[in-house]
């Protein structure tokens, strides 16, 4: 019996489905999903919106959508999508996740999708909460601060796509909305739930439909959980998921459990597919070579002239040990330190050249999994959409973290063959030692 049959038979059909989440970004999914888990919600991410009718067995299902930089219009449009399949799915509470940093535009997207989905629940009031106080991100007086500086003055400045150059969210959101913006000010979070509550009225009074709330410790995110808690629509960060599971299960909505973060036991190779170019990934890369172990560079050039360098990939793997990767843990990287990667993007065309990367790593780890590979840690968020595509995966199911915002997933749904876990990183997170820290929780799980 497997581990989702025994749950079945110990909890009973028919469970409902508490929270529902919408996430405008894949990996910030997987970090709102892990939260849940981390307190006992049994939670499911789906990459896109399920087919009508798809019966998920979870407290929770986070739909991961790539709708942050999209035009406004999609973007509305597919959070609809998704609303739809989780009222269908009988959800109690809605939940739009973004960026804690608040990545957006003028344009949008917080501000659209938050008043479509208000006006399609019904809503006439929800509250914007990006503050993340373990990752250092924070609200004051409406003021978003990453560790000690303003967002305006953080690395966000220069984000590519999404450049935050306001720390006022109250402006920032109001520019982006038709409704009305207010501030839910920290000293009434800190007074707790009843000055909340008070408060919140306040503000509907006055004609506020989003209220941007302060938060800047675990203790402001709890209080607000409690207190928005019958709001049919939160929108924030992952930081306030982490006060939800408590307040459902102090509802009765929820029977938190405490084996929420178990998966089946995977057997099977292990491997590692890095393509991201971060920092943290160049270190996890040197980690891995430093200590000698098997490790397969990709080289684009060689792409670009039309080499078979995902077959070759593979026969070195199979090279390796029977059936492929099945013993020893391998590593295949496209990783490369800033200076080369720009050398080989003035070249190729860095869209020209990322596509070609991300095409060949996907197959190779879709060959890896064909040939026995059973757990495998993807480094680069794109590169992981690229790898899930190729292998056909479109549910995963929430594991324990490796690091903050990294859990191990396993793979749902899957046609056939044992259970394949999946630990997705975007490019900037873990330790140096991640790969090896990944690879050795998934050999004890
Ligand atoms: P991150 O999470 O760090 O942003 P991504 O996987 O999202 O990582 O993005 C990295 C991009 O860089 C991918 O499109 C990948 O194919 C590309 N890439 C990786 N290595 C190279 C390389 N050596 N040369 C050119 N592009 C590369």
């Known amino acids: 019996m497997t581990l989702g049959e025994e749950r079945r038979m110990t909890l009973g059909e028919g469970r409902r489905m508490t929270l529902g989440v919408i996430a405008d970004d894949f990996t910030g999914a997987t970090d709102v999903a892990s939260m849940l888990v981390r307190a006992g919600m049994r939670t499911v ?7 009508s009718g798809t019966a998920i067995d979870a407290d929770a299902v986070v739909i991961a959508l790539k709708t942050r930089t999209v035009p406004a219009a999609d973007a509305v449009r597919e959070s609809l999508a998704a609303l739809r399949w989780l009222q269908a799915a009988g959800m109690r509470q809605c939940y739009f996740k973004y960026c804690s940093t608040f990545d957006s535009t003028p344009a949008g997207n917080i ?12 809503a006439d009031f929800t509250v914007a909460c990006p503050a993340f106080p373990e990752n250092g991100r924070t609200v004051f007086r409406g003021h978003l601060f990453v560790a000690d500086e303003l967002l305006s003055d953080s690395g966000m400045r220069h984000h590519p796509l999404t450049p935050m150059t306001n720390a006022n969210l109250v402006r920032v959101l109001q520019a982006q909305s038709r409704r009305r913006v207010g501030l839910l000010r920290f000293d009434v979070v800190a007074r707790g739930e009843a000055a909340v509550l008070a408060r919140i009225d306040a503000l509907r009074a006055d004609g506020i439909g989003i209220a941007i709330a302060d938060a800047v410790d ?7 959980a409690t207190t928005c808690a019958d709001l049919p629509l939160l929108t924030a960060g992952s930081g306030l998921a982490l006060g939800l599971p408590a307040v459902y299960a102090q509802r009765g909505w929820l029977t938190p459990d405490a084996r929420a973060a178990e998966l089946d036991p995977a057997g099977g190779g292990a491997a590692v597919i890095a393509g ?27 792409l670009a002239r039309g080499e078979p360098v995902a077959a070759q990939a593979l026969a070195w793997a199979q090279s390796l040990s029977q ?5 020893v843990p391998l590593l295949v990287y496209a990783t490369s330190a800033a200076e080369e990667l720009k050398a080989v993007q003035t070249e190729l065309g860095a869209m020209q050249a990322g596509a070609l990367v991300e095409r060949c790593l996907a197959s190779i ?11 495998l840690v993807v480094a680069g968020g794109e590169t992981s959409g690229a790898v899930v595509q190729v292998l056909g995966v479109t549910r995963l199911r929430i594991g324990p973290a490796i690091c903050p915002g990294v859990p191990w997933t396993q793979a749902e749904g899957r046609p056939s063959g044992s259970p394949l876990h999946l630990a997705l990183k975007s490019g900037n997170f873990g330790g140096p030692d991640f790969f090896d820290e990944a690879l050795q929780m998934s050999a004890q799980q």
Request: net charge negative.
């Open 218 to 224: 675990n203790d402001d995110l709890r209080t607000l």
């Open 45 to 51: 991410q789906v990459i896109g919106v399920p087919e």
């Open 276 to 302: 991201s170019c971060s920092l943290a990934t160049n270190a996890q890369v040197q980690r891995w070579q430093q200590a000698g172990r098997p490790a397969f560079a990709i080289d684009p050039r060689a």
């Open 323 to 327: 059936p492929h990767g099945a013993g």
């Open 111 to 122: 501000g659209p999708v938050t008043e479509a989905l208000m006006e399609a629940l019904g």
């Open 365 to 375: 780890a879709g060959g890896l999994v064909e040939h026995g590979v059973r757990r």
